[in-house]
């Protein structure tokens, strides 16, 4: 069968497309899935996970350029992509609230909202610690509503391209190779999280942006990550309430003994609070609150485990010994109990329940923590209305390359439904542009062995990457991962064994992934220098940021690393009779 669109992925963008291609009268569609019950969107979130809209309450006013600029000024991002987010954001948020998701409004019916990460106003939403999974679970059912055809265990492991068109996938199900084709492809596959062994993604989301890579796809801004404190038994990012509690932070070595080692930084109490407002690392932060991760990078380097106790208070804590800004926020929030754990439930009980649910009781037991991968702000080059470089190939979601060196905490929920909604109203008038046809055979298969290697090579490779090359990089030790990838790539075949074709084919994927994020880091390590997200050291030395780099893009392509300047925010002037003919 040939569908019109196809759509990769069941996240919060994949079902976002699908309803919003519906609504449009396209309706031979198909959503295609690896596992509909995993994905970070179903899977992941924080204290209360944050919805970077519009703000509607604000007394002082909100606009869709102020939203624009702040998305702009973040540095590498084009002011058009800043001007869609930000003009979509209020459309997309009522739609979201009209399907279900419960946004806390006011009696009024108003939406309040308060300051997330990178962001000064109070745009930022919640639904609480499980917001994407509440749009996920709504877009869903909507779906389903519809009638729209969705196939579940189908792993992509190849596009179907021909004269730098997409004319569909590869699928394996069953451990059988099946072609399908489509008019249009979307890749609603997430960032590639495999990528790290530190990461806050859920364990079972790898991303598919290699398939991309593969075709011939364009990457932007690849080398922009974001990471921050998360625990790792329960993979969960530690921001907001977590860290505004005031837990104590332990490290302990092999021998059990225990170390309060952020007592070495001055002020530390309040810059623990300040990690809940700043949760992502900021190589401009090292001074600030950045150095708790830094810290915490350390003593794990060291072989140690290191843990949050929301059960003592650190030794050095008293309310009188923090600032204005710490105890007033408490105060307010009458979060003044004894203990981190009495703070916490005090301050945002669903935070605690949330661990609760997953087998973990944080009045009984410590939370060993690591600087994690959290957010890949970067990612697959698209157009203004969600296209590709390869004609026909779509993004939406995380795994498109939209953000720059920083973005507002929640501006990625916001572009899952402004990305799903461009692409669609675009087909709903452009799909007849693009034609299909069965072209495809089969991609020749590896042998497959009782015997299997791909977890061992994987793991190898992502223990790697995340010692050198994620918010602290090392340029000598990047080199030597580049190296050993493109050997793996060359020889492929020989170096890999595998039981099924969903690991081998998965394997490749992330390969190309993370042999093209170390050379797009190496490239960019000194023209651009640290920031955001990411720190350069050479030599054992911190390069710094040459900021002329902030009015470029990065493209990554088969032709290598090449930068172009930002477009500026859109400032046509629309006469409103003429957009009414």
């Known amino acids: 069968m040939i569908y019109d669109v196809m759509i990769i992925g069941s996240g919060a963008s994949g079902y976002a497309a699908a309803e919003r291609l519906f609504a449009n009268g396209i309706k031979n569609i198909c959503l295609f899935s690896e596992n509909i019950s995993c994905g970070t969107s179903r899977n992941a979130g924080s204290d209360k996970q944050t919805y970077y809209k519009l703000d509607i309450s604000s007394p002082s006013g909100d606009s869709i350029k102020k939203m624009a600029e702040d998305l702009f000024n973040g540095?590498?991002?084009?002011?058009?992509?800043?001007?869609?987010?930000?003009?979509?954001?209020?459309?997309?948020?009522?739609?979201?609230?009209?399907?279900?998701?419960?946004?806390?409004?006011?009696?009024?019916?108003?939406?309040?909202?308060?300051?997330?990460?990178?962001?000064?106003?109070?745009?930022?939403?919640?639904?609480?610690?499980?917001?994407?999974?509440?749009?996920?679970?709504?877009?869903?059912?909507?779906?389903?509503?519809?009638?729209?055809?969705i196939r579940d265990g189908y792993t992509a492991i190849r596009l179907i391209i021909k004269d730098k068109k997409c004319f569909g996938a590869y699928f394996v199900n069953d451990n059988k190779v099946i072609p399908v084709f489509a008019k249009a492809v979307i890749l609603c596959t997430g960032a590639p999280a495999a990528i790290y062994e530190n990461s806050v993604y859920p364990i079972g989301h790898k991303g598919a942006t290699g398939l991309a890579i593969e075709a011939g796809a364009e990457l932007q801004n690849f080398q922009e990550w974001q990471y921050g404190i998360a625990s790792k038994k329960f993979r969960w990012n530690l921001s907001g309430s977590y860290q505004q509690v005031i837990p104590r932070y332990i490290s302990v070595d092999e021998n059990g003994n225990e170390t309060e080692f952020l007592r070495s930084l001055p002020d530390y109490l309040n810059l623990v609070f300040l990690k809940g407002y700043e949760w992502p690392f900021d190589s401009n932060k090292t001074g600030g609150s950045s150095q708790v991760d830094i810290l915490v990078s350390q003593e794990i380097a060291k072989g140690n485990s290191v843990y949050l106790d929301y059960i003592h208070n650190p030794s050095d804590f008293g309310f009188s010994l923090l600032n204005e800004t710490s105890s007033t926020y408490l105060e307010k929030a009458d979060a003044t109990g004894e203990a981190p754990i009495d703070r916490l439930i005090q301050l945002n009980p669903k935070a605690y329940e949330l661990y609760l649910n997953n087998g973990i009781d944080l009045k009984k037991e410590y939370l060993e923590i690591g600087v994690c991968a959290q957010h890949n702000n970067g990612g697959i080059r698209v157009d203004a209305h969600g296209e590709t470089n390869i004609k026909g190939l779509f993004c939406a979601g995380e795994a498109s390359g939209r953000f720059g060196v920083y973005r507002p905490g929640g501006a990625a929920l916001n572009d899952t439904q402004v990305g799903a909604l461009l692409i669609a109203d675009y087909l709903k008038n452009s799909l007849s542009e693009y034609c299909t046809e069965e072209c495809a055979e089969i991609p020749e298969l590896p042998f497959l062995s009782e015997k299997s290697n791909t977890n061992e090579i994987n793991r190898y490779f992502a223990v790697k990457m995340s010692e050198s090359a994620a918010n602290v990089r090392d340029i000598k030790k990047i080199k030597v991962i580049a190296n050993e990838l493109e050997a793996l790539l060359n020889d492929f075949e020989k170096k890999v064994s595998a039981s099924d074709l969903e690991n081998y084919f998965a394997l490749y994927s992330v390969t190309l992934s993370r042999l093209s994020l170390c050379r797009t880091i190496l490239e960019c390590a000194e023209k651009c220098g640290s920031r955001g997200g990411c720190m350069y050291i050479k030599d054992g030395e911190k390069i710094p940021e040459n900021t002329e780099y902030r009015k470029m893009i990065t493209i990554t392509s088969v032709e290598g690393v090449s930068f172009i300047p930002v477009d500026g925010i859109p400032t046509e002037e629309y006469v409103f009779e003429k957009l009414l003919k």
């Open 75 to 149: 540095g590498a991002m084009n002011g058009s992509d800043a001007y869609l987010e930000a003009a979509n954001s209020l459309r997309c948020f009522m739609h979201l609230v009209e399907l279900g998701v419960p946004f806390p409004k006011d009696p009024y019916g108003v939406f309040h909202g308060y300051r997330t990460d990178h962001d000064a106003t109070n745009r930022a939403t919640s639904a609480g610690p499980l917001t994407s999974r509440y749009m996920t679970e709504r877009l869903e059912d909507k779906v389903r509503e519809n009638g729209i055809e």
